[in-house]
Antibody, heavy 121, light 113 residues
Framework: QVTLRESGPALVKPTQTLTLTCTFS??????????VSWIRQPPGKALEWLAR???????YYSTSLKTRLTISKDTSKNQVVLTMTNMDPVDTATYYC?????????????WGQGTLVTVSS | DIVMTQSPDSLAVSLGERATINCKSS????????????LAWYQQKPGQPPKLLIY???TRESGVPDRFSGSGSGTDFTLTISSLQAEDVAVYYC?????????FGPGTKVDIK
């Protein structure tokens, strides 16, 4: 059974850097074809894909956010970490990690429960 | 980027009736080498993460009731709920995975009339 769980601060101040961790089980990111993505959802709004990391350490980023995002993995811990710099109130959202099916891009299944991050002073 | 649009924004359907949601991509998501449409559908209920319903535009994920079906090709796609049940009240999103970034549509909210 594949599960993912997001963790990180619930509140960050403007200009700070956000660090989120996705801890997963049921698969290994050292296995060929495995990928994990981060997706976020502002309250009441649509889903926005942020970044993806592949088993071979290839990384992909949102066009609009790529200067602020860094994704990395710790295969031994079954974790993927996302950092987002220079946080702003508009970045307030629920942040999800999900297993990505791969291919050029992929579908997302399953998803973690998400973690709500509020950006406020 | 391939931009996704959906229509309608919301719809209300009587229990047992058909619900139809449309999704359009700004360019084709049909990959000619394998004749597959790189299009997925998700269901999101309040307070829950999205759940994958359909991929390859028409392949139902394991465990998804057969009242959910996907159709379409190229740039125009449809998600159909053949007989709406109370538990289907949710927001539905389409998503293309033909290219990076894999963008989502804005969502369609389905309610009971």
């Amino acid at each position: 059974q594949v599960t993912l769980r997001e963790s990180g601060p619930a509140l960050v101040k403007p200009t700070q850097t956000l660090t989120l961790t996705c801890t997963f089980s049921g698969f290994s990111l050292s296995t060929s074809g495995m990928c994990v993505s981060w997706i976020r959802q502002p309250p009441g709004k649509a889903l926005e894909w942020l970044a993806r990391i592949d088993w071979d350490d290839d990384k992909y980023y949102s066009t609009s956010l790529k200067t602020r995002l860094t994704i990395s993995k710790d295969t031994s811990k079954n974790q993927v970490v996302l950092t987002m710099t220079n946080m702003d109130p508009v970045d307030t959202a629920t942040y999800y990690c999900a297993r990505d099916s791969g291919y050029v891009s992929g579908w997302f299944d399953p998803w973690g429960q998400g973690t709500l991050v509020t950006v406020s002073s | 980027d391939i931009v996704m649009t959906q229509s309608p924004d919301s719809l209300a359907v009587s229990l047992g009736e058909r619900a139809t949601i449309n999704c359009k991509s700004s360019q084709s998501v049909l990959y000619s080498s394998n004749n597959k449409n790189y299009l997925a559908w998700y269901q999101q209920k309040p307070g829950q993460p999205p759940k994958l319903l359909i991929y390859w535009a028409s392949t139902r994920e394991s465990g998804v009731p057969d009242r959910f079906s996907g159709s379409g090709s190229g740039t125009d796609f449809t998600l159909t709920i053949s007989s709406l049940q109370a538990e289907d009240v949710a927001v539905y999103y389409c998503q293309q995975y033909y290219s990076t970034p894999p963008l989502f549509g804005p969502g369609t909210k389905v309610d009971i009339k």
